[in-house]
């Protein structure tokens, strides 16, 4: 890869070889060299592929006769919620829908209509996606015996994640700081929910902090804030599958989708691209 592509021969519990690290030329720095890291939530430490937020999002539209697939579902992901539902709108095929069927464009009461119907089905499928990703718990652990400050931040909202914070904890998985998305004047790819983690957690400057996130929107929000960035290929929104979808697939099909993920988000400005959060701790 043109992008100073580094593959580290590591196995994937099944005995194979494969790619966890891909590295950019501007990727200067190691875990050791940081005071604290702020991971996303859905797709990057728990609910494996990303597929709540995609699920609901999906069943919203459908309820009002538009259907959204799941590519166009998961296209605006990483953003807050309501701001998700707005980007959706904004798609061409689904805006010649919304046109046939209501007879004019969407408006903001649309949107805010989605979101309040929204929320209440995305908190009642939640307890259903928030099991924490393998390697999380360990990972985190490793970090913060390098002396890490742990945070994180999610386009769920407070209420959504009451819920989820809980159930992760239960696991073992409880970051120091969570910021969510309607606790800053804007969501991702703004930079404002990173800049309340590092203020929280007490970390500066800027770049000595890492963001970890599987959107383009969250590794927009880390560069942004000034921050490294480590985008997640395998567990999250860019491949999609849940882990037993993932496991199913062939080696060599699962490492050239991998291969094209860690292109698209190193091309979008991402300084390292890891198959998992379990991985981060070998940069």
Not at 203 to 210: E, F, G, N, T
Not at 242 to 257: H, K, M, Q, V
Request: charged share 20%.
């Amino acid at each position: 890869m043109g992008n100073g592509l580094v593959g580290l021969p590591l196995t994937d519990g099944k005995g194979f070889h494969v790619t966890h690290i891909w590295r950019s030329a501007t990727a200067g720095f190691s875990i050791k060299d940081l005071r604290g890291i702020v991971l996303d939530w859905a797709g990057t430490t728990i609910d494996y592929g990303s597929l709540a937020p995609v699920r609901v999002f999906r069943a919203v539209f459908e309820e009002i006769g538009i259907e959204v697939s799941e590519a166009e579902a998961r296209e605006p992901m990483g953003q807050a919620k309501i701001d998700h539902i707005r980007s959706i709108l904004q798609i061409d095929r689904i805006k010649k829908q919304w046109q046939q069927r209501f007879a004019r464009p969407s408006r903001q009461e649309d949107v805010e209509d989605l979101y309040s119907n929204f929320l209440p089905l995305q908190k009642s499928v939640l307890a259903y996606h928030s099991e924490v990703i393998p390697g999380v718990t360990q990972a985190v652990l490793g970090l913060q015996q390098l002396g890490l400050r742990i945070g994180s931040t999610t386009g769920y909202t407070r209420e959504l994640m009451d819920v989820v914070e809980p159930l992760a904890a239960a696991q073992g998985y409880l970051p120091e700081v969570t910021v969510c998305s309607d606790e800053v004047a804007a969501g991702r790819p703004a930079p404002w929910q990173v800049f309340r983690a590092a203020e929280k957690l007490g970390v500066y400057p800027m770049s000595k902090l890492a963001v970890v996130d599987d959107s383009i929107a969250g590794i927009q929000s880390g560069l942004h804030a000034g921050c490294w960035t480590i985008a997640v290929a395998q567990t999250g929104n860019a491949l999609g599958l849940d882990r037993a979808a993932c496991e199913s697939l062939p080696e060599s099909e699962l490492e050239e989708r991998l291969e094209r993920i860690a292109e698209s988000f190193l091309s979008q400005g991402a300084h390292i691209v890891v198959r998992s959060v379990a991985d981060i701790r070998l940069i």
